[in-house]
């Protein structure tokens, strides 16, 4: 089972679906697909515990100030 983390639409059904949803990929390659374009993160391995890595938040980002020029 995966959460996901970052909105998309799945080709197979053309449902959007939206993070913080539990999605179960059709195809192995759908989920390596959506798993490298970072939108979901694995909750479930197929050996039954969850894995730390994968479901850890992705990384913030700090926007950076431009310095005023003058």
């Given amino acids: 089972m995966y959460q996901v ?3 998309f639409v799945d080709r197979s059904t053309g449902k959007r679906v ?3 949803e539990s999605f179960e990929p ?3 390659e759908q989920a390596e697909r959506l798993l490298r374009a ?3 993160v694995r909750v479930a ?3 039954g515990a969850a894995e730390s890595s994968s479901t850890a938040s992705p990384p913030q980002t700090k926007k950076r100030r431009r310095r005023s020029e003058g």
Avoid: A, K, Y
Wanted: net charge neutral; proline share 13%.
């Fill in 5 to 7: 983390i970052n909105e």
């Fill in 18 to 20: 939206r993070p913080g």
């Fill in 26 to 28: 059709s195809t192995s």
């Fill in 38 to 40: 970072r939108c979901l």
């Fill in 45 to 47: 391995p197929e050996g």
